[in-house]
């Protein structure tokens, strides 16, 4: 069994900075990519930005610049630091991992950690 848990949302003035945390325990032979999604309400799920195990790392534009993505593989931990935030980016945020328990990787998600921005 595979646990993604995240951490790190709550309530937040525009311009403001928050840092999100994801840890993923369990069997665990290895994990490939590791990212953040978003949904805002009355929205669809969005990728926000996701790294390798290599570090190489994606970013949508609407978070370039303002958001870094960060992983330690020792701790099966993927890092979300988050500044100059805004209204816009008020929404649950998830954790996704392609993790590799037997075989091929499979993707496993985090239950969400809601962001609110306050304009």
């Known amino acids: 069994q595979v646990q993604l848990v995240e951490s790190g949302g709550g309530l937040v003035q525009a311009g403001g900075s928050l840092r999100l945390s994801c840890v993923v325990s369990g069997s665990i032979l290895s994990i490939n990519a590791m990212g953040w999604y978003r949904q805002a309400p009355g929205k669809q799920r969005e990728l926000v930005t996701s790294i390798t195990s290599g570090g190489n790392t994606n970013y949508a534009d609407s978070v370039k610049g303002r958001f870094t993505i960060s992983r330690d593989n020792a701790k099966n931990t993927v890092y979300l630091q988050m500044n100059s935030l805004t209204a816009e980016d008020t929404a649950v945020y998830y954790c996704?991992?392609?993790?590799?328990?037997?075989?091929?990787?499979?993707?496993?998600w985090g239950q969400g950690t809601q962001v609110t921005v306050s304009s």
């Open positions: 996704n991992a392609a993790v590799i328990r037997v075989g091929v990787p499979r993707a496993y």
